[in-house]
């Protein structure tokens, strides 16, 4: 007789049998050198990313009232044209510089409060377009001058699951740092069960690009139990990737959720009145499971995203912390390595 395939349980959730009190478990400080951190954080800043800046959740963008932020120090409106389309440009009105996002969009056109100067998207008046692409969960800008690479047709986006068959929710918070200091954040994963006890533990980094650790790969493997209360939890394989220098991905490749991916973007926006710059992260979750039970959890995805926002809220409280005090030691020339 042939062993049947085993199953897979019918709750992803698992006990851990000897949990290991916070100040027990295995420092991982030798882990985690500051070279090492600062080259994964150096091979990102290198790649390209075709002058695309994430601008917003793509249902922050309405067809009835404008969208603003700056990016990079340049004001940024966008809203939708009569067919649905992102539109962008610069945010000041080219008549006497009043600020469009404050103004109210009919039938696809935008129209200044001041004096009703109208905009469908077109050149006109001096104003001129950004080109802006919607990908189905973010609102991307591209900004030629700003950015100073070589413009790219569409920003370069990390693989994920079909937003139609998946659980996704967007959240976005706002520190005094630069782009690198989130990404530097999001690059060491041997911070995670120290720093994050309330939701990861048992953590183990299992492979770096440079192989130390463990096998080769394209970017950080980590084996991490996710905290569900108490001894349960929800062990995964997690792969941390850069594809473009404002992007990290972390991608679940074994375990529960399998193919899911949270993406962290980091979108400068300018200086606030001390002259400390200020950045825009961008948490996107995109969830999916090959379980049955998950069509349930789609259709319960209005109530599930509150939820997800809130822990993306607690995660970053204090992963703002650690990027706002790296970048307080790197402009002041104290960080380590």
Known sequence: MTRQARRPPRLPVRLRPRPVPWEAQRPTWRDAPPARIADAVKAALARPSGNWFVLGATGDIGAHRAFGRTVAGVEVVAWRDAAGRLMAGPGACPHLGAPLDQSPVHCGILRCRWHGLALDGAPFAGW???????????????????????????????????????????????????????????????????????????????GTPSGSGGERSDGIAVEVSFKVAGRAVVPVTALFTAPEPRTVAMHIVAGEGRGSVVETHATPLGPDDRGRPRTAVTEAVVATSRRPGFALARAAAPALRPLLRAASRRLWRDDLAYAERRWELRSSGRLPG
């Open 128 to 206: 001129e377009p950004f080109p802006a692409h919607d990908d189905g969960l973010l609102a991307w800008v591209r900004l030629d001058e700003a950015g100073g690479e070589q413009p790219l047709p569409e920003p370069v986006l990390p693989a994920r699951p079909r937003t139609a068959g998946a659980v996704t929710a967007v959240h976005t918070v706002t520190g005094r740092c630069d782009p690198e200091d989130v990404i530097a954040n999001r690059l060491d994963p041997w911070h995670g069960a120290w720093f994050h006890p309330y939701s990861f533990v048992d953590l183990t980094v299992a």
